[in-house]
């Protein structure tokens, strides 16, 4: 089973999207996925309850609110992380995770929040021992941009690999809406969306 974090201190930055159409994307291909939501909003969860019945099924489970979770079988869990997480939470999480994605917007301060985040979690055991494997993703980039040349330039001073750049795009919106990801929809209308996915998704596949 593969277990995969998904982290940023901000809210806002697109966690739950990334969330969400990972989860899809291994549904799609057959896999028994587990979506699990840390984030008290419950944003994960709300876009599971919209899930239509004839799209492939992803088990849910709303960790911050407690209970127990069933994926026992699964053979990928996704966590969708909270905003504002504590060092021990955080410590938590990333100890049951094989891949930490950091989701980073063409912002100023979402770029110094990240930088700040990532000293905390490169000094934690479990990170140290290079027993986890970290990827950032360029979220919501528009092409041709001065925020997005900022951005990439700014990743490429983080330690850790940069494993996607992701377009700011409406088709996101609509198909979470439906409780969807791009992975759900027509192929010919959302591809060149799809094929910002395959570095990212060759970086979380390795063992």
């Known amino acids: 089973m593969k277990s995969i974090l998904i982290?940023?201190?901000?809210?806002?930055?697109?966690?739950?999207?990334?969330?969400?159409?990972l989860?899809?994307?291994?549904?799609?291909?057959?896999?028994?996925?587990?979506?699990?939501?840390?984030?008290?909003?419950?944003?994960?969860?709300?876009?599971?309850?919209?899930?239509?019945?004839?799209?492939?099924?992803?088990?849910?489970?709303?960790?911050a609110r407690g209970g127990r979770s069933s994926f026992n079988g699964s053979d990928v869990i996704i966590m969708d992380g909270p905003a504002r997480i504590t060092s021990s939470?955080?410590?938590?999480?990333?100890?049951?995770?094989?891949?930490?994605?950091?989701?980073?917007?063409?912002?100023?301060?979402?770029?110094?929040?990240?930088?700040?985040?990532l000293e905390g979690v490169c000094a934690l055991p479990a990170v140290k021992r290079g027993k986890k494997r970290i990827g950032l993703v360029g979220n919501r980039v528009r092409s041709n941009t001065i925020s997005t040349r900022d951005l990439k330039k700014a990743l490429k001073k983080m330690p850790p690999k940069v494993v996607g750049n992701l377009?700011?795009?409406?088709?996101?919106?609509r198909a979470g809406a439906l409780g969807l990801g791009i992975f759900?929809?027509?192929q010919s209308q959302c591809q060149h969306l799809r094929d910002?996915?395959?570095s990212l998704i060759r970086f979380v596949n390795k063992d």
């Open 196 to 198: 910002e996915w395959k």
């Open 23 to 63: 989860a899809s994307y291994y549904a799609r291909r057959g896999k028994s996925v587990g979506l699990v939501d840390l984030d008290d909003q419950g944003s994960a969860m709300g876009w599971l309850g919209l899930r239509p019945e004839k799209h492939p099924g992803i088990k849910g489970w709303h960790a």
């Open 89 to 117: 939470k955080l410590e938590k999480a990333l100890n049951n995770a094989h891949v930490i994605l950091i989701p980073v917007l063409p912002s100023l301060f979402d770029m110094d929040a990240v930088a700040r985040f």
């Open 184 to 186: 759900d929809i027509a």
């Open 7 to 21: 982290a940023n201190p901000k809210g806002g930055c697109g966690k739950t999207t990334l969330a969400v159409n």
């Open 167 to 173: 377009s700011d795009s409406q088709i996101y919106v």
